[in-house]
């Protein structure tokens, strides 16, 4: 059974940055896709960025583009480094795992077999 666990999230000011983990139990990492997702109150679900381990494959929402970097030690965790950090950034950030690089877009929520529970990630001065 996989099981997901996000953590680094907490209270930074603008312009600060955070690293995020997410460690992945019940599933090898090196051949799969890995998505951060994050929810602000009030708002849907967004897919923030993606990581496909088999062969590096990564793709970022344009808000993030420039500031935001995913990795993955290809072993249980994968990582969300977010720098330049702003309010506009404030959200539950969630890892999501695919194990069947299904041939649907990263964006659809439906794609994915096992979410973490969150990690509140939290921009104010």
């Known amino acids: 059974q996989v099981h997901i666990v996000e953590s680094g999230g907490g209270l930074v000011q603008p312009g600060g940055s955070l690293r995020l983990s997410c460690e992945v139990s019940?599933?090898?990492?090196?051949?799969?896709?890995v998505a951060w997702f994050r929810q602000a109150p009030g708002k849907e679900r967004e897919g923030v960025s993606l990581?496909?381990?088999?062969?590096?494959?990564i793709f970022y929402a344009d808000s993030v583009k420039g500031r935001f970097t995913i990795s993955s030690d290809k072993a249980k965790t994968a990582y969300l480094q977010m720098n330049n950090l702003n309010a506009e950034d404030t959200a539950v950030y969630y890892c999501?795992?695919?194990?069947?690089?299904?041939?649907?877009?990263?964006?659809?929520?439906?794609?994915?077999?096992?979410w973490g529970q969150g990690t509140q990630v939290t921009v104010s001065s």
């Open positions: 990581i496909r381990t088999n062969d590096g494959k």
């Open positions: 999501a795992l695919d194990v069947a690089d299904r041939d649907e877009s990263w964006l659809d929520l439906g794609r994915y077999d096992a």
């Open positions: 019940g599933f090898p990492l090196d051949h799969c896709v």
